[in-house]
């Protein structure tokens, strides 16, 4: 469905917002969009926990604890079964769906096979779903593709039309950011360079590159700092308990950092924020990371080139692991003039809540007039 920019009208739509898994790039885009948005919103959530039960059930949790009779539309995000809230609630308002990731294209953990069961809640939920959204155009495109595969595992009796069904309920728009969308000033570079990694330490981010490129540099004497962010999903991260033993006083900062201010500020120090990942459906981390001053090094695929302007692919995409550690030592050597840093700053304010909640707003109030 493609997007309308509707005239402001004098109600607000009441929206009841359900978070199941509330951390990281969800939490976020929560906190975002009801501080900027010009409708009445509500947010119930659970913690970011238990990924695989939250999925399962916080559908029943939500049915139980909350009255909805008061809401014009819900929305709520792809851990929650959309099928079972509809069910339970009798009278269920209609749901606007956010994908922000989906089990049909995310890809599977090595030594690990596809668990159709959260693939098929994928499926049931685009069909049980008024509207569904999709977080970048790479994300709705990889969705579609990968259905194709998943209806071919289906040893009889396929469901018929899904993609005509689906895509005539779907449309696609980018998640706003926490940052100011005008009027920001970067701070100048410090020696040696600093590096920024703010991915979640999981296998999809593909830190074993990411550090494998790290060691080519040591190797070569190059000095660097290096400030690892994101959350660690892990037990034992070797990799990264490896890294700190090896880099020593090279880290200055090791850990998630709870605070978004405390973030923001290593983010404002970063010559380079750097993705070896796999699968990106949006890109948050890089988002924000740019817009507080780093220049991008980012491999060219996934979302990335949907983000980053084309203006600056030559200089912040790679191909491959030599290119990678080319680009690193290059900038390394040769830290990003002010203008440049500034320009791709700039080019991110379109992604902040400030630039992107009119989109959210007229989505939802086309819907509710459309519903009604």
């Known amino acids: 469905m493609p997007y309308f920019k509707l005239e402001k009208r004098k109600f607000k739509v009441r929206v009841l917002f359900l978070e199941p898994f509330y951390g990281g ?24 926990q238990f990924w695989k039960w939250r999925l399962r059930a916080a559908a029943l949790w939500f049915a139980q604890n909350i009255d909805p009779r008061t809401y014009d539309i819900i929305v709520t995000t792809s851990m929650l079964r959309v099928g079972d809230l509809k069910l339970l609630w009798k009278d269920c308002p209609p749901i ?23 693939v098929m809640i994928d499926i049931t939920n685009a069909l049980a779903a008024e509207h569904m ?12 593709s990968q259905l194709d595969n998943v209806l071919e595992h289906f040893p009889q009796y396929r469901p018929q039309d899904l993609h005509k069904i689906v895509r005539e309920k779907s449309s696609v728009l980018h ?52 400030a690892i962010l994101g959350e660690n999903c892990q037990d034992n991260p070797k990799l990264f308990i490896q890294a700190k033993e090896k880099y020593g006083s090279r880290i200055v900062q090791y850990g998630y950092v709870s605070s978004k201010e405390e973030y923001i500020q290593w983010l404002r120090q ?18 924000e990371a740019t817009r507080h001053g780093c220049l991008p090094l980012l491999p060219r695929r996934l979302s990335y080139p949907e983000v980053i302007p084309e203006k600056f ?56 007039l459309r519903l009604q």
């Not at 790039?25 to 970011?48: E, M, Q, T, V, W």
């Not at 994908?99 to 599977?108: R, W």
């Not at 100048?188 to 074993?208: V, Y």
């Not at 995409?317 to 440049?340: A, C, D, I, R, S």
């Open 25 to 48: 790039s969800h939490k976020d885009f929560a906190d975002g969009f009801i501080k900027h948005s010009r409708h009445d919103i509500d947010l119930h959530f659970l913690p970011n």
């Open 175 to 226: 998640p706003g950011c926490q940052f100011p969308g005008k009027g920001y000033k970067l701070e100048e570079l410090e020696t040696p360079p600093l590096i920024i990694w703010n991915h979640r330490w999981e296998f999809d981010k593909k830190p074993s590159i990411f550090f494998k490129a790290m060691d080519r540099i040591l190797k070569k004497g190059i000095e660097f700092r290096l």
């Open 96 to 118: 606007l769906l956010y994908n922000h990731e989906s089990q049909i294209s995310y890809p599977v953990p090595p030594g690990q096979n596809m668990e159709y069961e959260f």
């Open 133 to 144: 959204v999709f977080n970048s155009q790479t994300h709705y495109q990889n969705y579609f």
């Open 270 to 287: 970063g010559a380079l924020v750097v993705s070896t990942a796999i699968q990106e459906n949006f890109g948050i981390s890089i988002v």
């Open 313 to 368: 692919h030559k200089l912040s995409f790679y191909q491959g692991y030599p290119e990678l550690v080319g680009h690193l030592m290059n900038y390394l050597k040769n830290p990003p003039e002010m203008t440049l840093r500034k320009e791709l700053s700039e080019s991110m304010a379109k992604f902040s809540w400030e630039n992107m909640v009119d989109q959210y707003d007229d989505l939802l109030e086309k819907l509710h």
